[in-house]
C-alpha cells in the first residue's frame, strides 16, 4: 500500500529500495523558502544499517504488508529462543540476537505477537507489561520506608531495576516492557 511520506509514523515498516527498514525517527522541515520536506531515519531489518532519507510531500512510500501471528513462547534452546503458533501450533526459532530487547522479560507460556513479512519473521510485539517475582533485592532499613527513592532488584530473567523500598524478595512485580520500569506490586 502507498502512503504519502508525511504519513509514515516511527516504527511503521517500509519497503524502500528494495530493502525493509523501519523507521526510527521522522522529523517535519518547513523551512523558509521552498517546499516542506520530511527526514526519516530508518534501519535496515536485514542488515541492521541506518539510512537518513529526505521526502518531498509529493514522494510516495510503500508501506510493507506484514500478518501479525498470536504465539506463545516456550523455551531457550541455547542461541535460540522457541516460539509456537497458538492457531496451527508450529514452532518457530528466532536467534538470540534478534530479541536483545525482549529477552529480559520473557517467561515460558509467555504470550507474544510475532510480525512476519514474507513468512519471515520480522519482529516481536510483547505485551504492554508483565509480571514477575524479586529474587534479590536489598531488606528495608527501619526508618528509610518514607525515603522517596527506590532500591535496586533483580527479577527471575536477571533483568535488574529500581524498584520502591517497601518491595521484598518473593513478591511479584508489573514491569512495563516498552521503558523497563516498575509498574506496581502484583
Known sequence: MKISAFDARV???????GKL????????VKPGKGGAFVQLEM?????????????????????AHVEPRQMQYLYSDGDAYIFMDNETFEQLS????????????????????????NDSPIGVELPASVVL???????????????????????????RLT????????????????T????ERA
Open 11 to 17: 516504527g511503521n515498516l517500509l519497503e524502500y529500495q
Open 21 to 28: 527498514w523501519r523507521v526510527l525517527k521522522k522529523n517535519h
Open 43 to 63: 534501519k535496515s531489518i536485514a542488515e541492521g544499517t541506518k539510512l537518513n532519507e529526505r521526502f518531498r510531500s509529493e514522494d510516495k512510500l510503500e508501506r
Open 94 to 117: 528466532l536467534p538470540t540476537e534478534d530479541l536483545e530487547t525482549e529477552i529480559p522479560f520473557l517467561l515460558p507460556n509467555t504470550g507474544v505477537q510475532i510480525n512476519l513479512h
Open 133 to 159: 517475582e524479586v529474587v534479590e533485592t536489598e531488606a528495608v532499613v527501619k526508618g528509610q520506608t518514607a525515603a522517596s527513592g527506590g532500591k535496586p532488584a533483580v527479577l527471575e530473567t536477571g533483568y
Open 163 to 178: 524498584v520502591p523500598q517497601f518491595i521484598n524478595t518473593g513478591e511479584k512485580v508489573r514491569v512495563n516492557t516498552e
Open 180 to 183: 523497563g520500569e516498575y509498574v
